[in-house]
């Protein structure tokens, strides 16, 4: 065969650029599916290896240091070397990160494990958003808001099952999850690059938390929402089982990988309803439904009321999946291709950083109080005020626009 008749052979075995678009989507949501495979675990990990609750949320913030780490080290290579090598040596390493959860005995690896997810997840995520991006700004945005909470949703109800009904749940969710990655590794093998590499790469690896000037003020406007919606999403990740130990006795694991996945599948719900509204109005309805959900959630807990809980939990949702969304949109319509991903970076290390540091400080009153309950109510009220914050903003930032027209 001739040298072109191969390179024919080759371009036709290339994805479609919609093949590819959800693919690049596929990678977001079963890595993030990955980070809350765990949730329901914690219980059968703290049994086995007898850790505290500070300790537990401790191997649940460790993974968001990995992110963070990734994504201020990693997080603008993929503008220089381009998106599918990352995600070509992203996919392959979190299969074989999988085998670090397998063979955990002990919290050290049990910690490892997290750790090194994490820092695999955060060099995946901005490239494959940027990728989406890439193809489609419009789908992309929305995409990249709705990926995450589908795959958290995912990893949150089937390891409830696992636990629930399956055998040797802290091995086979990590078999499962490592064939996927593989299989997502073989798919990318066949894709077509997005951008065109440039100079520079070893020069990005240096962590560089600067903005555009274009979009340093929408950033600033979010910070608000993505800190309470994703502090309220860590404590569902890392505490939430703990929790549902007050509703479903036994069944406290399936419950806590049940308020995970209603949480995140109301949030990815509620980007798909929300995709063709103004971004700024996303916001705002993000800053209401948090404090109509904590407001709600926290009655709930009182009254020690699932359904409650549960509509709170759903309403909770909502906030996140507007609020990341309207976020996401408000910055990357502002941007150019080759700021895409170092842009996403930083929002993803405030939502990151924003999800792990709560989650832990939560752990650490647990552990003092030895009331779950009564944390989750300070930790609502911290959220309640954040939500609060966030809603003044929009309406001041709001009334500053209407001044100027």
Known sequence: ??????????????????????????????????????????????????????????????????????????????????????????????????????????????????????LITGAAVSAAGAAMLDINKQAGGVANSVAPP???ALGGLLSGLFVQFLPAPTALIYVCLAAIYLFQFACLLQTAETVT?????????????????????????????????????????????????????????????????????????????????????????????LLVGLLVSAIGIKQTSLATFMIGTALLGVGYGTGFQGSIRSVA??????????????????????????AILAGYRLTATGNVQRTAEELGIAALVLAIAALLAELRGHGQRSSGE
């Open 1 to 118: 065969m001739s040298q072109a008749a191969r390179a024919r052979t080759a371009h036709s075995r290339r994805l479609s650029e919609g093949a590819s678009f959800h693919l690049q989507a596929s990678i977001i949501s079963s890595f993030l599916a990955g980070s809350s495979a765990p949730t329901a675990l914690y219980a059968v990990y703290q049994s086995s290896m007898g850790f505290s609750a500070t300790m537990l949320t401790v191997i649940f913030g460790v993974y968001s240091i990995g992110v963070l780490a990734a994504l201020l080290v990693f997080g603008r290579l993929s503008d220089h070397i381009g998106r599918r090598p990352v995600l070509l040596a992203a996919t392959l390493a979190q299969a074989a990160a999988m085998l670090l959860f397998i063979e955990a005995d002990s919290t050290w690896h049990l910690l490892a494990a997290r750790l090194v997810q994490g």
């Open 333 to 358: 319509a502002l941007l150019a291709p080759e700021a895409r991903a170092g842009a996403l970076s930083v929002l993803f290390i405030v939502s990151y950083f924003s999800m792990g540091v709560p």
């Open 150 to 152: 589908i795959g958290t």
């Open 197 to 289: 590499s440039r100079a520079g790469a070893i020069r990005s690896l240096v962590p560089r938390l600067a903005l555009p000037s274009m979009v340093r003020r929408a950033v600033l406007r979010t910070i608000p929402t993505l800190v309470a919606t994703w502090a309220v999403a860590g404590f569902y990740a890392s505490l939430g089982p703990k929790l549902m130990r007050g509703f479903g006795g036994n069944h406290a694991a399936l419950l806590g990988g049940f308020a995970l996945a209603v949480f995140s599948a109301i949030a990815a719900a509620s980007v798909l309803a929300t995709q063709k509204a103004q971004p700024l109005k996303m916001l705002k309805t993000s800053s209401v439904a």
